[in-house]
């Protein structure tokens, strides 16, 4: 099983990436609405990418309120 | 252009939110209204004039492909800014006779497009909302891209699908799959709806429209007559079912909480205005 900091580096990294955002600009606890400003389309969009990255179903309840890309990650990790 | 004898066009069209051509015998019906193909009483129309060419269009096909040309997706369903709108400029009453009259709009074509002769395919990616699935649960095949993401929202407003949800979803998929879609509001993305078989393929991002094309292309290799018999054998339409489903939104929508819910959701400025 992979660990929180790999999930953690690897959304990081996945997020950066899709929404042309440089990497190193991105940190754990940053809000990654505005980190990446995105709308809520571009969420869902994150959210399939994420599922489809991990292998794994995030119901979108699960995440509401989640704004940083820490807890992002445990949400995922408790589902990997 | 060639126009029927009431002056809907019907080889190509060309409107504010969609348009339709025959293309290698199949005929593309592509959304394109910003920001994500919301239904409103514009895109209705246009789809009425669609509804109302495809005796025509069908003559000269063997498939039929829906598909949204924008980014965002393929449908993200009722325009509800529109509904909150008009809603509030109107008495209850005429608000609900409105309501009641686009539902019976819809339900119609709708109703044309999954009676349709031909085999028909909605190529989704994206949001795949309320109505958005709704449009595609009307066709024969749903084929996805990575990206595609369904949902039926509406609870949320405290209302149900209105344009024939539940019971299309109710054909296609077991009912524990429909109570947690329904109940729970959540989306979901292409691998799940093809585990759970809303889904016949999935596909890489951007490859769609092409998939949809080489299956519209095997289609019509076989007799068109014996696909239109197989598929009235297979997919009846749940009619006493979708008038029962009006009844019902029109029954839930004169309810106070209603209106409360899409203020709610027209004035929310969050990043998920999806989630209640």
């Given amino acids: 099983m992979q660990t929180a900091e790999k999930t953690l580096d690897e959304i990081l990294t996945l997020a950066a990436a899709h929404f042309k955002v440089p990497r190193e600009k991105l940190s754990p606890d940053e809000d990654f609405f505005k980190a990446l400003g ?43 | 252009m060639v126009v029927a004898a009431e002056g809907v066009p019907v080889g190509q069209f060309k409107g504010q939110t969609l348009s339709w051509q025959v293309n290698s015998g199949t005929i593309e019906l592509a959304l394109y209204r910003t920001p994500c193909n919301e239904l409103g009483s514009l895109s209705l129309g246009e789809l009425e004039q669609f509804a109302a060419a495809l005796e025509e269009l069908e003559k000269n096909a063997h498939a039929l492909i829906v598909h949204s040309e924008l980014k965002s997706g393929f449908c993200a369903g009722a325009d509800l800014r529109e509904l909150y709108q008009r809603s509030q400029a109107m008495e209850k009453s005429e608000s609900l006779r409105q309501v009641r009259d686009f539902l019976e ?11 349709s002769t031909l085999p028909t395919i909605a190529a989704v990616h ?40 539940i019971p299309r979803l109710k054909r296609d998929v077991g009912n524990a799959v429909i109570r947690d879609l329904l109940l729970t509001g959540r989306s979901f993305n292409s691998t799940k ?4 078989g809303l889904v016949s393929q999935v596909v890489s991002e ?13 289609l019509g290799k076989f007799d068109r007559h014996t696909a239109a018999a197989a598929k009235q054998f297979i997919k009846p339409i749940p009619h006493d079912e979708l008038r029962r489903e009006i009844d019902l939104f029109c029954e839930l929508f004169s309810r106070p909480a209603v209106q409360a819910g899409l203020k709610k959701f027209v004035e929310s400025r969050a990043a998920q205005p999806y989630l209640p």
């Fill in chain 2, 193 to 196: 709806a093809q585990q759970i």
């Fill in chain 2, 126 to 165: 994206g949001v795949t909302f309320g109505g958005g699935l709704e449009l595609a649960l009307a066709c024969d095949l749903i084929i996805a891209d990575k990206t595609a993401r369904f949902a039926f929202p509406e609870l949320r407003l405290g209302l149900i699908p209105g344009f024939g949800g």
């Fill in chain 2, 105 to 115: 709009r819809i339900h119609a074509v709708l109703n044309r497009i999954d009676a």
């Fill in chain 2, 206 to 218: 951007g490859e769609v429209l092409r998939a949809a094309r080489a299956t519209a292309a095997q």
């Fill in chain 1, 38 to 80: 995105i709308d809520s389309l571009q969420t869902l969009d994150l959210l399939t990418k994420l599922e489809n990255h991990f292998h794994v179903e995030l119901p979108d309840y699960e995440l509401q309120g989640v704004t940083d890309f820490r807890t992002l990650a445990a949400k995922i990790q408790a589902r990997l």
